[in-house]
């Protein structure tokens, strides 16, 4: 059964922007932690920034300043709004949750995951 589920991924010029949704099942929605990963082919998954169930915000600091993490509670979705996009910015974008104590970017503590969405950034 489905619990997240991503959508918004494409491409995008350097320097543009794009916001990626996950929608989450009611039940992962109230998990403490939701995050996004992103993966390049080849590389190992790397944190982009997690929001807490009470609303702490963390960034890895690649994207610090550029991207934002939001929560719309009436939909049950995360968001990722990227802006000034960069061509290392390309990957498979992943939202993930988990419901333990402490909320950190080590997607070893993540039991939940999306299917991911691809986001291509162009020169």
């Known amino acids: 059964q489905e619990q997240l589920r991503e959508s918004g991924g494409g491409s995008v010029q350097a320097g543009g922007s794009l916001r990626l949704s996950c929608a989450a099942s009611?039940?992962?929605?109230?998990?403490?932690?939701m995050a996004w990963f992103r993966q390049v082919p080849g590389k190992e998954r790397e944190g982009v920034g997690y929001?807490?169930?009470?609303?702490?915000?963390r960034y890895a600091s690649s994207v610090q300043g550029r991207f934002t993490i939001s929560k719309d509670n009436a939909k049950n979705t995360l968001y990722l709004q990227m802006n000034s996009l960069k061509l290392e910015d390309a990957a498979i974008y992943y939202c993930?949750?988990?419901?333990?104590?402490?909320?950190?970017?080590?997607?070893?503590?993540?039991?939940?995951w999306g299917q991911g969405t691809q986001v291509t950034v162009a020169s």
């Open positions: 993930a949750a988990h419901d333990k104590a402490v909320c950190r970017l080590r997607q070893g503590l993540f039991n939940a």
């Open positions: 009611g039940d992962i929605y109230k998990s403490n932690c």
């Open positions: 929001i807490t169930a009470v609303g702490t915000i």
